[in-house]
């Protein structure tokens, strides 16, 4: 329990607990359950459809809405390279579970540049089901949206 100090009459402190102090934080993580999606930032799109794909129980994130460098690296998987690091169109693993349980070597991934960065950045897009799905991870893998096609 967090207390905060409050000036006495007196000018002493108390530590007795205010009532802010009291109340416990907002969640920002995922129920247990429940998948966790990246946030919205600045949508601009307007949705085409349900917010959440059903087959993943993840939000669906229209390309307009992804930053370029998504887009571009999206465009270079349609048109199968070439790609900029050696990464690029290998196998994901999917060992932290956030996306549907498939089998081995049914994801790839592919590096989102991030402007700024000397590596390969946490921005990652993730296909499935040879490049048919597509998914969108700001965070490494944390968390992911669908992004919608």
């Known amino acids: 329990m967090l207390y905060a100090c409050q ?19 907002a969640s920002t993580g995922a129920s247990p359950g429940e998948r966790r999606t990246t946030a919205p930032q600045g949508r601009t799109s307007e949705p085409k459809g349900p917010a959440t794909d059903p087959a993943s129980g993840l939000r669906w994130v229209e390309p307009n809405d992804l930053p370029a460098e998504a887009r571009r690296t999206i465009g270079l998987i349609e048109k199968g390279g070439p790609f900029p690091y050696d990464k690029d169109g290998t196998t994901f693993g999917n060992l932290e579970g956030v996306l549907p349980k498939k089998s081995r070597g049914y994801y790839k991934e592919y590096t989102v540049p991030t402007p700024g960065e000397r ?8 296909t499935g089901d040879n490049d048919r799905e597509f998914y969108w991870t700001a965070d490494h893998y944390v968390s992911f949206e669908r992004i919608r096609r």
Request: aromatic fraction near 0%.
């Open 119 to 126: 590596d390969r950045g946490a921005r990652r897009i993730v």
């Open 7 to 25: 000036r006495q009459g007196d000018g002493s402190a108390s530590g007795t607990p205010s009532a802010s102090a009291t109340r416990p934080p």
